[in-house]
């Protein structure tokens, strides 16, 4: 069971990192008018997806963090 929880929140962990670089390279395509959206939706997804990144799975993992026993 406690085995299954942390593969569990470690996968979510992953998966928000990946999903951050994936809005970074849309925003960038957007930004390089690659895709036809407006330039302001490449910037916030460039600025969300860094976020997405860096600073999630920070909060993530000390949000889950086991107390110390």
């Known amino acids: 069971m406690k085995d299954d929880l942390a593969r ?4 979510v962990i992953s998966f928000t990192r990946v999903a951050g670089v994936a809005m970074v390279i849309l925003g960038l395509l957007v ?4 895709i036809e959206w407006p330039m ?6 460039i600025a969300v997806g860094i976020v997405d990144v860096f600073v999630a799975p920070l909060v ?10």
Request: hydrophobic residues 40%; charged residues 20%; proline residues 8%.
């Open 60 to 69: 993530l993992a000390r949000k889950w963090r086991s107390p110390p026993e």
């Open 8 to 11: 569990n929140r470690y996968l």
């Open 40 to 45: 302001a939706v490449g910037y916030v997804l």
């Open 31 to 34: 930004n390089q008018q690659a």
